[in-house]
């Protein structure tokens, strides 16, 4: 049961990504969103490139390497597994703040729109 003489709570959501799997990191995240909301949180609040995940590859695969085919496949999948804050990507999780008036802050590797490129667009809410 929330705490009622607080006035405002934040949760920390303390969550592991699915490595370069959107889909699966944001049903974490909705999930964590809701358990936040629960518990009486006004805010919550995840880590650092939590959405698609942080490229922590980079380390042991020379990532500074220029002109590289292993460092261009593993960006290619975290391009590809990277959001669009305009586009459909978030819908669940706008959704779920609406629902339980709680904010989220949300670490994210956001993905460049192409010309052209409407399929997952979607109206941005504030």
């Known amino acids: 049961m929330p705490d009622t003489d607080s006035p405002f709570r934040v949760g920390l959501g303390q969550i592991a990504p699915v490595l370069l799997d959107r889909h699966a990191t944001l049903e974490k995240i909705c999930a964590s969103i809701r358990?936040?909301?629960t518990q009486g949180?006004?805010?919550v609040a995840f880590g650092e490139a939590?959405?698609?995940g942080?490229?922590?590859w980079l380390g042991s695969t020379g990532g500074a390497r220029f002109d590289d085919d292993v460092q261009k496949e593993y960006f290619r999948l975290y391009h590809d597994a990277a959001i669009q804050v305009e586009g459909a990507d978030l819908v669940s999780v706008r959704?779920?703040?609406r629902e339980h008036r709680i904010a989220v802050v949300l670490g994210c590797i956001e993905r460049a729109k192409n010309r052209g490129d409407t399929a997952s667009t979607a109206p941005r809410s504030t």
Request: a negative charge; glycine letters at 0%.
């Open 54 to 56: 942080y490229p922590v």
């Open 35 to 37: 358990d936040a909301a």
């Open 50 to 52: 939590l959405l698609p």
């Open 41 to 43: 949180c006004s805010i």
């Open 95 to 97: 959704q779920l703040a």
